[in-house]
């Protein structure tokens, strides 16, 4: 009987070579939950924007734990004590934090599974691997619940300064050729430490945390909340609640199994027993993908048109604002639309409608990003820092937006 080599590596255009640093989650790579990622593109519809923008959560899953590598060795190196089990814990929370994404990332959250975001199936998917790993993951789900007795390890795993944000800052920034998002992870682990089971940052790396913060807001602008983008997910999110609500008449759309299933059942966290979390694994984007190919050629009218757009790529029109849009604004632009093509004005608001999007890179309520000053205090990064621009990437960014089809231009 062959041995298989579990303790492999893999080439990665970030960061270089990536290993495996134990059986177990080598295995855990293999699963077919977490294989699935390599079918879950990391910025959902930003290809439409960035063409490079391909790469999927499994590349960030991977990216995040071998930070996690790094940031254990700086810790240890610098006398905090992590034992063997701790690590490994660490490693398979932050391998396993993204699991639960669906489809195209959060465009499913908020249409055909309406009510279970994405870290609450993540959980689910971790307790049913622990099952069937027999307990070897008890540690990694309490870290990752924020139930273990050492904080810094969620902090490592989630907050303002986590593995996780540096990874998709640094790799989002090189898929997309958005320059400014560029972050120095390697400098910003170094400069971790640990005070009080606190995770701290030493204040010689505070530079480099300004840098992290503001790439942190530009992306968001840039590329996140990029316009096209951002219409682009809406009107996703726009054909999913069409499809579900023709469904639920009755209607038969040709799609997956898996689909289907969604669409005709409303599920909520209580409704995720073992057997809907495997049909859940069973969702990517090609279920939509092939799904929106298959819609542009039905009778319906809003299913149509709005899958035609997704797949050619002739999408709504988007306005940005920095005030409220008024509803009268969006109320003509159903009227004309309505009236263009015979439908309702309810209908029409598949088409013509408003809503607002937020930018933070640093919430001062949130878990702080503390700094280590030299003589061995400690500061909110904010009030530490001698840049101005800190205390304005705090404040709450808000603008507003209106979309409606180009033709009403």
Request: hydrophobic share 40%.
């Amino acid at each position: 009987m062959n041995h298989i080599n579990k303790l492999k590596i893999f080439n990665d255009p970030i960061y270089g070579f990536i290993s495996i640093p134990n059986e177990l989650i080598y295995d855990l790579i293999q699963h077919p939950y977490f294989q699935r990622l390599r079918r879950i593109s990391q910025m959902g519809l930003s290809y439409l924007v960035y063409p490079g923008a391909n790469h999927t959560r499994l590349h960030h899953a991977l990216g995040c734990m071998h930070l996690m590598q790094k940031a254990v060795e700086t810790l240890r190196f610098k006398g905090v004590v992590i034992s063997n089990d701790e690590e490994c814990a660490l490693l398979i929370a932050i391998l396993l934090h993204d699991i639960g994404h669906g489809p195209f990332s959060h465009a499913m959250e908020k249409s055909i599974v309406e009510d279970v975001n994405h870290e609450a199936i993540s959980l689910l998917f971790m307790n049913q691997l622990n099952k069937e790993f027999n307990g070897k993951l008890s540690l990694a789900i309490q870290v990752f619940r924020g139930e273990y007795h050492r904080k810094f390890m969620l902090q490592l795993i989630s907050s303002q300064l986590d593995m996780d944000r540096m990874d998709y800052l640094k790799r989002d920034s090189f898929y997309t050729g958005v320059a400014e998002g560029n972050v120095n992870s390697e400098r910003l682990i170094q400069m971790m430490n640990v005070v009080n089971d606190v995770l701290v940052i030493e204040e010689k790396g505070i530079y480099s945390v300004e840098k992290f913060l503001l790439s942190r807001r530009l992306m968001y602008w840039q590329a996140y909340l990029h316009k096209t983008s951002l219409v682009a997910e809406l009107i996703l999110m726009k054909v999913l609640k069409r499809a579900k609500e023709l469904t639920l008449k009755g209607v038969s759309l040709p799609c997956s199994e898996a689909l289907g299933y969604f669409l005709q059942n409303k599920i909520s966290l209580e409704d995720f027993d073992s057997e809907k979390l495997d049909l859940f694994s069973q969702l990517d984007d090609f279920d939509i993908i092939s799904a929106l190919k298959a819609w542009q050629k039905q009778h319906d009218f809003i299913l149509s048109t709005l899958s035609k757009m997704i797949i050619n790529r002739d999408l709504l029109k988007i306005k940005l604002s920095a005030e409220k849009i008024p509803m009268e604004e969006s109320q003509s632009l159903k009227e004309e639309f309505a009236k263009q093509y015979h439908i309702s004005a309810i209908d029409a608001g598949y088409f013509i409608f408003r809503g607002k999007i937020k930018n933070q890179a640093y919430s001062k309520e949130a878990e702080p990003i503390r700094i280590l000053k030299k003589d061995k205090t400690i500061e909110d990064v904010v009030e530490a820092s001698d840049q101005l621009n800190l205390k304005s990437l705090s404040k709450l960014v808000t603008k507003y937006y209106i979309c409606f089809p180009k033709q009403l231009i």
